[in-house]
């Protein structure tokens, strides 16, 4: 599922999100908000996802559905910088993406928030760092 969902998107998941995705195909983690430095549209200091994309089903990184990463970047007109990682509780209105405009389509990509604006703000260096980075909404007041 990785290499057909990788040759469809283009691109090279990093090995920590296949490694996520083999454990756990796509999900909700217990810990769904990531801190940030600057305000967005939603909070002043954090970021909230709502489920990590797997690979496959009616919705994910890839699906034979047709509503997916290339999907919602067509539709929500995020900007063509990688793929879409997450659902987010706004429905679509911002988004958290792979970033691969740096790193190239074949190597590490940085993680970016999407607001309403539609400009990357990158918040993380790598899917490992995000991932790590989660926390609990209570540490927010959320």
Known sequence: ?????????GYTLPQSLVALLDDCNGGVPARRC????SPTSWADDHIEIKAI???GGGHGLHSD?????EYMISEWEYPAIGIVLCAMPSGG?????LDYSEAGRHSEPSVAYIDENRV??????????FI???RDSDEFGS
């Open 53 to 55: 994309l797997g690979i």
């Open 120 to 129: 990357p703000q990158r918040i993380a260096s790598s899917f490992s760092e």
């Open 132 to 134: 790590t980075g989660l």
């Open 93 to 97: 209105h911002d988004a958290v993406m």
């Open 34 to 37: 990531y801190p940030i430095s």
């Open 1 to 9: 599922m990785v290499s057909t969902a990788e040759s469809s998107l």
């Open 65 to 69: 559905s047709g509503f997916d990463s």
